[in-house]
């Protein structure tokens, strides 16, 4: 456990970058915030540093990504087909199945100690998908959870044609996270066809843009979200450019 709890937090948007890329980026910072926490085990509480924390938000090239819970066979396209879609395709090493990012698709990696917030993994899923309701209630979508299954869903109640607008997959080590969440805002949907997103066949997959029946302003719902995710997470945001 940190002595010194750290609430500040660095958020960069990196905009449209590749996802090996901006992997490669989590990895960097996550070895990073390691390397403080483990070195602090061996100092005296006074010598202690605070361990960095970072929120990342990004959007990606086509790309179909494969958490450690899921199946191959759940991209329903070969080499070739992902060639045609000019779709990249990674097996990585968050939980969750298979998903799909892309253009106008709003991707966030937290990478947190959580021993500067809270260490339970469940309330910090939770407390993502509350960053991501509240947002899409800003703009007149009722979004919500279904039970046993992660992300935040459009129809969640009644169930009736229940609708994922927004995928959840992270990892964590040490308390500290990485991976995190993917938005659905103007998003081309019709790649979700060629995969068995989240290893869920009978529901479907929305972005606002498809509910609202206009294209949204990116950059707006990322600073309503970033502050919404301040706010539930108590974050003091550190700007970086």
Not at 61 to 73: A, C, I, R
Not at 81 to 108: C, F, M, S, W
Not at 109 to 134: C, K, S
Request: aromatic share 10%; hydrophobic share 35%; with cysteine.
């Amino acid at each position: 456990m940190n002595t010194l709890i750290n609430r500040q937090v660095h958020f960069q948007d990196l905009g449209l970058i590749d996802y090996q890329e901006a992997w490669d980026y989590q990895e960097k910072l996550f070895a990073e915030t390691t390397a403080v926490k483990t070195g602090n085990r061996n100092l005296a509480s006074e010598q202690q540093i605070p361990t960095p924390n970072h929120l990342i938000f990004c959007q990606h090239p086509h790309v179909y990504t494969l958490g450690k819970s899921g199946k191959p066979d759940h991209l329903l396209l070969q080499e070739s087909g992902l060639e045609e879609k000019h779709a990249k395709y990674y097996k990585i090493n968050r939980g969750g199945d298979i998903t799909y990012h892309g253009p106008g698709q709003l991707v966030g990696y937290p990478i947190l100690d959580l021993d500067n917030f809270f260490t339970d993994i469940h309330r910090y899923m939770r407390t993502l998908e509350e960053g991501i309701i509240l947002t899409l209630a800003n703009y007149g979508i009722e979004a919500g959870r279904i039970e046993g299954l992660t992300g935040v869903w459009l129809d969640y109640v009644e169930q009736k044609n229940p609708r994922k607008i927004c995928a959840l997959g992270v990892k964590a080590s040490r308390w500290i996270t990485m991976h995190g969440f993917a938005l659905n805002v103007n998003t081309d949907l019709s790649y979700f066809g060629n995969i068995i997103p989240c290893g869920i066949q009978d529901k479907a997959v929305t972005s606002m843009s498809a509910e609202l029946g206009y294209d949204i302003d990116m950059d707006e719902v990322s600073n309503q979200l970033k502050n919404h995710l301040a706010a539930l997470f108590q974050m003091e945001l550190q700007v970086t450019v």
